[in-house]
């Protein structure tokens, strides 16, 4: 179900995604790697278990909020071209992040532009935080992504190059080696 609410700082309508679910996922592991509660809850139980899943919906404009719990772990919460197949690279140890139609956030860890993670500079990358709550809002007309801490309110933008990551987009998850939980609510 999507609800529209307006926002308040730019008069911008914002859909308010709550039926999203990962509609696949990607892994070389697929015994230590399992989505949960219809595909609103996406795992790794083992370390060296490399993962992504993708969401249902297509985003080719307006703007759209999704809320993501992340109860432990580090993943990346983007967005990538729906149209290009998620990849992984073996150089990467299996990892699915660094195609170049990937854009996001690596949690409390940086920033991802086309595929390439850029680590935050002068914060402590507090990567032991968990039960943490984000809104993830995907900003079509405008090519951006935000993530927003709804514990500390703290948020954090990505431009998004379209000639790299062309319309539609979705949802994209990626575990990264270590055991991770994340959760769509």
């Known amino acids: 179900m999507v609800t529209l609410t307006p ?80 990849v992984a690279y073996e150089e990467l140890r299996g990892s699915y992040g660094a195609d170049p139609s990937t854009y996001g956030f690596g949690k409390d860890a940086g920033r991802v532009f086309n595929g390439r993670m850029k680590l935050r500079q002068g914060k402590d990358m507090r990567i032991d935080r968990t039960d943490i709550v984000f809104t993830f809002i995907i900003n079509c007309d405008e090519h951006r992504l935000s993530l927003i801490d709804e514990g500390n309110g703290e948020r954090d933008e990505v431009e998004v190059d379209v000639s790299c990551a062309p319309f539609p987009w979705c949802l994209f998850i990626v575990l990264p080696q270590t055991t991770t939980r994340v959760a769509l609510i």
């Open 7 to 86: 926002s308040p700082a730019k008069s911008v309508t914002v859909n308010t995604v709550e039926d999203e679910r990962f509609a696949e996922v990607h892994t070389g592991d697929k015994i230590n790697v399992r989505l949960e509660d219809n595909g609103r809850i996406f795992e790794s139980l083992k370390f060296g278990a490399c993962a992504c899943a993708v969401g249902i919906h297509s985003y080719s404009s307006g703007t759209h909020s999704i809320r993501i719990k992340v109860h432990w772990g580090i993943p990346i919460l983007g967005i990538r071209s729906r149209n290009i197949p998620p």
